[in-house]
């Protein structure tokens, strides 16, 4: 069985994709890198009505297990909702932006990548009261400078650019495109027994929508989200360890056992975690908790699909930088591909 690594080109293509500004709805940067790369490699691609690109790589025999793969396309960021003048813009939220990180920050708006920061009233001109209170949508601003030309509806996505040291990488939009990436290796070195198919997702931080469709037009046997989960391994303020999600870098892949929207396929947890143990290949359960991926949705589907999700671990999620680790990357990916390629038929009749 080929042992996946991550070396300079998948590092390089991570790069490209975390750059890439594809603010949810408006996907298009990354669907260009997507579309670049799998359709050398597959039997069938195509973009449906939403903007996801599905991927179909055939079997080398008749009646194979149809294992899907879904990974989303789309970040966290802003939409431009009103021109006040001077290149001063309100903006609103799209996906779950945490607004306590975002004063100060550089971004880009619209597909012209207009630099802009997003503007706060300086703490020592704050009132007492107004250092106290959360940040609020009505106190921030996006300012562009004078004689920008933003439109309202203009996707707003922040400016971070990609960075690794040592085993370390920082980027913006680590989630999802540490999965996207992932997605594209495993067609490169696709298990002949099976029919993979691979569903690139638009609009999951705002609701999972992409992977609704997706799941109904592809109709697999079963189903894998491959995303980013938070590491909440830093030190908790009051001295006592995090047990929410317990999930931490340098561990490995997280197999969820719970989250908001799935109790995932007890026949799958089962299989990816003795697939871990028989090719010492280091994996954790990640905790029930909140959030979800897109196996919330595909599950759901057609008369039920078993479904079950595998995230890379990562700090910060949902803020303007994020850190993951690539030896965790690295280990999602042998998981994953070792995983799916020791499916059969009966793993379904457990």
Request: hydrophobic share 45%; with cysteine.
């Amino acid at each position: 069985m080929t042992s996946l690594k991550i070396s300079s080109p998948q590092l390089k293509l991570l790069e490209r994709l975390c750059n890439a500004i594809a603010v949810s709805g408006d996907e298009g940067e990354v669907r260009k890198i997507v579309l670049e790369q799998v359709t050398p490699l597959a039997d069938e691609v195509r973009v449906d009505a939403l903007g996801n690109v599905l991927v179909r790589k055939r079997a080398s025999k008749r009646n194979a297990l149809k294992v899907l793969l879904a990974a989303h396309m789309d970040e966290i960021g802003f939409m431009v909702v009103a021109d006040e003048g001077d290149g001063i813009y309100r903006f609103d939220r799209v996906g779950g932006v945490d607004l306590a990180y975002v004063a100060g920050k550089s971004v880009f708006i619209g597909k012209n990548r207009i630099p802009a920061v997003i503007g706060m009233k300086p703490i020592h001109l704050s009132e007492a009261d107004e250092r106290s209170r959360k940040v609020s949508l009505d106190s921030l601003r996006l300012d562009a400078g004078k004689g920008a030309k933003a439109q309202v509806g203009d996707r707003v996505g922040f400016a971070t650019k990609f960075r690794r040291t040592g085993d370390s990488l920082f980027s913006k939009a680590l989630d999802d495109r540490l999965g996207v990436a992932t997605l594209i290796e495993i067609l490169k070195h696709a298990p002949a027994h099976i029919e993979l198919l691979l569903a690139f997702t638009v609009q999951e931080e705002v609701g999972l929508r992409g992977a609704t469709v997706a799941a109904h037009a592809l109709a697999p046997d079963l189903a894998l989200a491959v995303d980013s989960t938070p590491a909440r391994d830093l030190p908790a303020y009051d001295g006592r360890e995090n047990v929410a999600y317990n999930t931490k870098l340098d561990r490995g892949p997280a197999i969820y056992i719970a989250d908001a929207d799935t109790l995932p396929s007890q026949r799958l947890i089962r299989h990816f975690a003795e697939t871990g143990d028989a090719l010492g290949i280091p994996y954790q359960f990640r905790q029930p908790g909140g959030g979800g991926t897109d196996a919330g949705a595909m599950h759901q589907r057609l008369e039920g699909i078993p479904a079950l999700s595998i995230s890379v671990p990562g700090r910060y999620a949902h803020t303007p930088v994020g850190l993951a680790r690539v030896s965790d990357w690295q280990n999602t990916l042998r998981l994953i591909h070792a995983g799916v390629s020791r499916m059969t038929p009966a793993l379904l009749k457990r």
